[in-house]
């Protein structure tokens, strides 16, 4: 029979410093430098030793298997001095049989490597790519006749349940047996939630391929995660050789351009959430609690959906979906910037086959993501050539689901990117890098007018919010939990009233490592999260999305970490589920307000501390405010200040320079159309656009460092997305453009 033995413990690692120190698994080695900022976490290759006795088993019988689950970015793996296996990309499972090679002691070394590369995939993006042995290390030992193990790391079976229109469901099963002679067979049986089981058959081992029926079938959904398990049991004269066990679901969905997303037949817009595999001070080294932990806190949010950014996730956390209730939306590292050339697609052909392979089973994933933002680095023939292909894998590997694709907010609307696959989504963030809040409804409604046939979903919307910073007038880029406040409270309205959105992706439910990232005052991550890294602290947006998504009666008061205010009166929000609240200042009733989400109380503080109680239902909540003469200094960011001043300053030198005429480009002077790496061959002209750029997304933009990887390829035109004119206004393009065309290339 089939036996696991886990190699987690006592494993000798030689680090970058080239010292040698005992760590367990999970680990990485950029857990720490690769969220303090400054781009500068050690990439390259690190030495993993351990030392095993060989399991209990006959050569001649049996077969011994190594299995790894995940080996950031590339994995060169060798076994009492024999290299035995490499495997490029990080985020997916491999195995390699080490029957022939197995010792009574046996030394196991992997060679773990995150160094930059040309061929996989992803080359860059707006995270930290983690080094190290970040999954699991496992030996499975097999008869010699066993479930496959060795089609690109997948489970050896594949199951499709299907409900059927008299209340039941169909299963169809094939598995894959490796050595199989014709005495053995395959007894396949269904066992319900309980345990009984509901339906069996029984097949030749060459011939694997069957259909069973449930009656009565319970239907698997996000309300009602209803989980079967399939049992494949190798059999031959009386005696078990090897069973496989798979938890599956029956359900049906659908997604159409009018009338979004349904499950089972009952619309169901989807909302909810992308998702990063890192934690602070952990890195991407996760335990099998901490992806549950996470799993059940998007669970408290309401959320029904999650995109998982922007790789293979771990098996953990696919369980967890799969058993907690999520429509998940799982994608391959084809992200940011495009590599020609055969061999990177061949890599991203090898990505997309071990992410479906691997997980064709898991009832919750229901889309296949191609590839996000993959025009950053501008567009070709190949690329839209490559993403024509992929599509053609994915309904090869997997015509039951739907593929899907996270396109860069400046995609032109009209172009061959579009009705290449199933569904369609854009990362827009209207109101904080580009544009205002209020551009995010007629864009969507527009979009929609003019691509009727086109599903249309949003993959990625957030700005950042630092529970350090706080206002009462919160504007944009000023980082304050209160400004993520305002900005989601337009946002979760706006997918409300727009139920053919068929999807809605919170960028991020976490803050996340980002190496590259410096700005707000946090360096190193991206601050979007509705919670924090450490998972310590629920900021008041998360309290916003759980009073539209989630049933329970809640309420919650905004703003207690903006503890200390001043003036006369202050503005107090509430978030509800509920039609009706009432507030009490100090015991006292302050009013009594129906609203939709969102309530507001206008409230005079008496001098000191005071309480505050929000009522709502059976839901309470309260927090505690002290009215002062003066607001500390250490609820404003000092850089926004600056940058204020900065815009302002920009504007002045203008001066007498005509704005209101239309841009011109001359031939032979820079223009806003030049790409960053264009622009930076002048030491002028790159001092502009830098200053630029400070002004306007806070990153310090210098060549080689921070986010210059993710942004050499892009034109200050391209980015005029990024450009908020809640802050800088319309005219700030053409005034840059009139900058730069005044200096010759």
Request: proline share 4%; hydrophobic share 35%; net charge negative.
């Amino acid at each position: 029979m089939r036996s696991t033995t886990t190699l987690m413990k006592n494993w000798q690692f030689t680090g970058p410093d080239g010292k040698t120190v005992t760590v367990d698994l999970p680990h990485t080695w950029n857990n720490i430098d690769g969220q303090d900022g400054g781009n500068d976490y050690w990439r390259g290759s690190c030495t993993y030793k351990t030392s095993f006795a060989a399991p209990a088993f006959d050569p001649a019988a049996q077969q011994v298997w190594l299995q790894f689950e995940g080996v950031g970015d590339s994995a060169k793996v060798s076994l009492n001095g024999t290299e035995i296996a490499n495997h490029d990309g990080g985020f997916s499972t491999f195995r390699v049989d080490i029957t022939a090679l197995l010792k009574e002691q046996n030394e196991l070394t992997v060679i773990a490597d995150n160094s930059k590369n040309d061929f996989v995939y992803p080359q860059k993006a707006d995270f930290t790519f983690y080094g190290g042995l970040y999954r699991g290390v496992n030996l499975i030992s097999v008869p010699g006749t066993h479930f496959d193990l060795d089609y690109f790391g997948g489970p050896g079976i594949k199951v499709t349940p299907k409900p059927t229109e008299d209340g039941g469901a169909t299963f169809e099963i094939e598995s894959w047996v490796t050595n199989g002679e014709e005495a053995y067979t395959v007894m396949y049986s269904i066992e319900d939630c309980y345990g009984n089981e509901v339906a069996s058959g029984v097949r030749p081992c060459d011939s694997t391929k069957v259909t069973l029926y449930v009656p009565d079938a319970q239907l698997w959904s996000m309300d009602e995660p209803n989980l079967y398990t399939v049992i494949a049991r190798l059999q031959r004269r009386n005696e078990s050789y090897d069973d496989l066990y798979v938890n599956v679901g029956v359900r049906s969905y659908t997604v159409t351009p009018d009338g979004g997303f349904s499950i089972n037949g009952v619309p169901t817009p989807l909302r909810g959430v992308s998702r990063h595999q890192d934690r602070l001070y952990k890195g991407n080294a996760l335990s099998i609690d901490d992806h549950y932990e996470d799993a059940q806190m998007i669970k408290e949010v309401g959320a029904n959906t999650i995109r998982l950014a922007h790789y293979q996730h771990s098996q953990d956390f696919y369980n967890a979906c799969d058993s907690i209730g999520f429509a998940v939306w799982a994608e391959i590292p084809f992200i940011s910037v495009f590599k020609p050339g055969e061999d990177a697609h061949a890599h991203c052909r090898r990505e997309m086959t071990e992410l479906i392979v691997q997980n064709y089973n898991h009832p919750s994933i229901m889309f296949w993501g191609i590839s996000n933002e993959i025009l950053i680095g501008g567009i070709s023939q190949e690329l839209v050539e490559r993403h024509h292909d992929l599509q053609k894998l994915c309904k090869e590997l997997d015509p039951t689901r739907s593929t899907t694709i996270a396109h860069v907010s400046h995609t032109p609307t009209d172009g061959p990117m579009h009705h290449i696959t199933d569904l369609e989504s854009y990362n827009h963030y209207f109101g904080w890098y580009g544009g205002k809040i209020e551009d995010n409804g007629p864009w969507l409604d527009k979009f929609h007018a003019e691509h009727p046939d086109i599903c249309l979903g949003v993959s990625e919307y957030g700005c950042e919010g630092i529970i350090n910073w706080h206002s009462s007038t919160p504007q944009c880029k000023d980082y304050t939990e209160e400004y993520q406040a305002v900005y989601h409270e337009y946002m979760a309205q706006a997918f409300e009233d727009r139920p053919w959105i068929w999807a809605s992706h919170v960028w991020n439910m976490f803050d996340f490592g980002c190496a590259a990232r410096n700005e707000g005052g946090v360096a190193g991550r991206n601050n979007k999260g509705l919670v924090t890294i450490d998972r310590k602290t629920r900021k008041d947006s998360f309290y916003l999305y759980q009073a539209y998504w989630t049933k329970d009666p809640m309420v919650h008061i905004n703003g207690r970490r903006y503890a200390q205010r001043a003036g006369e009166t202050t503005e107090v929000k509430v978030y509800s589920n509920q039609d009706c609240v009432t507030l009490y200042l100090n015991g006292k009733e302050v009013g009594i307000q129906q609203a939709h989400r969102v309530f507001h109380f206008t409230v005079a503080l008496a001098e000191g501390f005071n309480t505050l109680l929000a009522v709502a239902g059976s839901a309470k909540d309260s927090i505690t405010l002290e009215k002062v003469e003066k607001e500390p200094a250490c609820y404003t960011l000092p850089e926004f200040n600056e940058r204020q001043e900065g815009v302002a300053n920009w504007f002045k030198q203008m001066g007498s320079l005509d704005l209101e005429s239309p841009m011109e480009f001359p031939e032979g002077y820079y223009t806003i159309k030049d790409s960053m790496a264009e622009l930076a061959k002048n030491e002028e002209a790159f001092a502009i656009v830098a200053k630029a750029v400070k002004l306007v997304t806070n990153f310090d933009l210098k060549p080689g460092q921070g986010m210059w990887s993710m942004m050499s390829g892009m034109s200050p035109e391209h980015m005029s997305g990024m450009i908020s004119t809640d802050l800088l206004g319309d005219k700030f393009l053409p005034s840059l453009n009139a900058q730069l065309i005044k200096i010759k290339k």
